[in-house]
């Protein structure tokens, strides 16, 4: 603590912008957290419904008045999140920093460029700014199990999704060759879309086949599909419950490293995180993490 | 037995009513669930069938008279629940009797307000009325099993559904960007609606891909909820053998703990619920539970 | 072998074509069955081919003529089967007894009284013929795993329906509310069979919700029954999983216990099965199973 | 290594090609493979191209330039396999050796016959050329493991694909019966192709009941499918973690078993392949492996 006292007051100010946005420790690191989560699910909702032809035309200006205050908070936001770290560069290019930016800029683009409606679809990816703020949740154990059960299955998941390409491209050719152009097959590589939306059981219907034996073939997909749907849930589920008793295994021994990560302290100099609780200097640059 | 000897004969009434209506444990309380049962389900099927337009115009009369005779019966029932009970506000402020009352009035409004036709699907809402006198039966084992199954992995199911969600959002969006009104994805809440129809491999085929990229960019969503649709498995899978290896556990230690709750006593004073057999007074208020 | 000296030839004959009809064991018996296998698939593809309405009109005679052959020859093993055994009625009112006479007689029936085609179709009954042939096959050990596994989550899977059933109702009359008769969702059975469509993820596309709220109940209903299709697998999984344990632990203790009912021998007098190896007498009734 | 200094030239001119060609070992034979690789990728994104109308015509002559070069490249590759091995019949017949010989010729077919377009969709078999070249990445444990799970639950997923065709085949009659040819339902094998396509939960919707009690059929149907899906997931599940469970026992005792078969010697003489690690004549012939 006393090694920060000599801090000028500007510092003071921006280690106390960097926990409120960085960090959700202090009541107004959460109270900004939830605003902002607000704010973000507000603004994905307008653009859901500024698609609606109806709405889009009917309420154009509210959209395009909303959208602007939006756009200046989290313009704000954004400079805030600059000044407030140290080497400002480790955020900007950070994977959630050039999501915010890409989140931010669509407006910006169109108001000095016109005509790219297009671009403001972009302003989408602010639901992928939500993970940052729900990374802090007590869903967090959880998630982490998953993904490991996920990882752990990938190879395997890979080797399944080259079976059902090679199987999808065989079948594919086939009923390209059986069914033909007249029946909606019209190239190969629409009879492999087809051959996936039916070995995945999705059965649109655009396109279905007609004749006898194209329908016998159907048949043989279809029910490979059954059987291949099989391959992935067993995987996942026989290396879920693997990790499900690996970690209870390891909770036995040591039972309080569940909630290591839980803590949201950034690092102000170098934006790294996951320090241990208690940690009073970054375990990366050494700079100090207590005011 | 010798402090109930004081009570007065319409009390005594009242208690033979109450435990006949309420409980199951006599023949008469048998008989009441079985014909109430049965009741329920000829007014559903009258109601479903009402709905089909041939028979709703031809027998229109005839379903009038029985929907009459069934809600005069509920109401009965109703009254008699009301009056039985020591404290009715106990019972009138339940979950069951909230849907007593909403099962039972919709022909009473329509009857008094008239052309409240759509009030009279509310009827479907009897069915839930099968819940409580299902509640008694031997299945009860089985639905707590996979219930507890379904409770302890509901966090990890709602992480699942989270994912499903920004994924639908995701690709809704990208999919509007590229098909476009012109082939069906009209607005980016429908083009979600498209997504979750082929994510969840349902594939209704009322809207589908027609550019190239869009079947492309189909494929891969696609291919994704066949990988997705592995994970909700995989977890059930898992939690229902674990809790299933537990319940055996604990069967060798107390093997007659399953079947505390089968009993169906309930205080006719506060409305509680799962005493323990062969007890005499209420846990709750200490009211006399025997004649 | 001293004791069968006495019987009569017309003895030795019926027990002669018992043998073969009956069992499985000796040459003539093993080629018996699998002529009857041909003949069973034969006569099950021309009941198809012959509902292809081009080649049922082309080939009219030619199916005629083929369909009275195989009925014949079916006609002859009955009558065989009936006077080989001592106690035909055992036979005749068994399950696979009332299977072959209804699959025998209806060409009969509308040679004598016309005009029934729709009743030549119950000649596709003679596919569950199949099944006593296949009995007596290596897969017999599997079948009997998986069938136990699905009878002990019986009661599991039936609680399941039971909340697909309730499901199905309460969102197939919210459907029916919402959508209405302009949109296909004519009446509340139709509604229902929709739900139910969806809930499966089949996804026929007949009828599909048109307005913005149908279609987010849809989408509700869709990912509902995403989730609910992981409760039977999951079932299914762990009870296959616990059986199978069970099984090798059996194994271990009693090893050739699983090849007691491979055995084919059928008792002449009085049709019971499942005889010990090398039995010389019947375990039910005493009677001789040998020459 | 002195035993072969003797041979001659042409000798180790074909030891070199083959080792290139057929092995991945040397920085040269892994550079071979990767050229393979690619080469039949792009002559498969060129064939699959090709079948679209649009770009077919518009580029016709630049498909038939890139697919002379491509099958003159497969043709001498061809032959070098032929001249570098001594018995090249054991090469020609081998399951890939006429997988390559199919690949390449059909340009040649067409040359000469003309006419044959059909046959250019052969090349498609292209694509079963990349297994020779993948078996030798690293997910081979994988796809070890993976296939050992499949080929033990063979037996248990015929029995269960019977069940789905006997429940097909009772099912697609009735619906026959019931829906008749009016309603799409032209034959029994369509309705039974229909019953398949309900089963598996595809539901293309190309068919589907019109009829009230055709459509109770359906839900039935469906319903079974749902049920019917978890049995081959819930055996896959099952296999598959137990034959983990054994790997990762067996590890334990010999853990460098895993890697033996990622060796790529093949013997020059007789081509038998699996070689062990340094091993310097052919386990099978005894030809030296070694230059």
Redesign the interface.
């Known amino acids: 603590m006393d090694g920060t006292q000599h801090h000028v007051s500007s510092k003071k100010w921006r280690r106390k912008i960097h926990e409120v946005i960085y960090e959700a420790d202090t009541p107004l690191g959460k109270l900004f957290d939830v605003v902002l989560l607000v704010v973000i699910i507000i603004s ?1 909702i307008l ?3 500024e ?3 109806d709405l889009g035309k009917a309420y154009r200006n509210e959209f395009i008045t909303a959208e602007w205050v939006i756009t200046i908070f989290f313009t704000i936001e954004y400079f805030l999140r600059i000044i407030s770290i140290n080497k400002p560069s480790k955020y900007i290019f950070s994977f959630y920093g050039i999501i915010d930016l890409l989140s931010t800029i669509p407006l910006y683009l169109t108001f000095f460029f016109g005509g790219l409606n ?1 671009l403001l ?1 972009v302003r ?1 990816l602010r ?1 992928l700014r ?1 993970f940052r703020i729900l990374k802090i949740t ?2 967090i154990g ?2 982490d ?2 993904s490991k ?2 990882k752990s299955s990938g ?7 080259f079976a ?1 390409m ?1 199987v999808s ?2 079948f594919g ?1 086939l009923m ?2 059986i069914e033909g ?1 007249e029946h909606g097959f ?5 009879s ?2 087809w051959c ?3 070995l ?7 396109i ?1 086949p007609e004749t ?1 034996f194209g ?2 073939l ?2 043989i997909i ?2 490979m ?3 291949i ?14 990790s ?1 008793r690996e970690k209870s295994d390891k909770k036995t021994l040591k039972n309080e490293s569940n909630y290591r990560h839980v803590n949201t302290q950034v690092c102000q100099n170098c934006h790294s995180k996951k320090h241990q609780d208690g940690a009073l200097y970054c375990h990366n640059c050494g700079y100090s993490l207590d005011e």
Chains 1, 2, 3, 4 share one sequence.
Do not use: C, H, N, W
């Not at 190879?155 to 999704?161: D, S, W, Y």
């Not at 995945?200 to 655009?206: I, P, Q």
């Not at 067993?234 to 693997?242: D, H, K, L, P």
């Open positions: 994905l653009v859901m419904l698609s609606v032809p297009a679809a989408s639901l939500v007590r869903y959880e998630a199990k998953l059960a996920i190879p395997k998941i890979a080797v399944f999704l059902v090679v491209i065989i050719t390209y060759l152009p019209d190239s190969i590589p629409k492999i879309y996936i939306v039916t995945t059981t999705v059965g649109f219907g655009d279905a006898a329908q016998f159907a048949t279809m029910i599909g059954y059987g749907i099989a391959v992935p849930t067993g995987i996942v589920s026989a290396e879920y419950s693997q499900k």
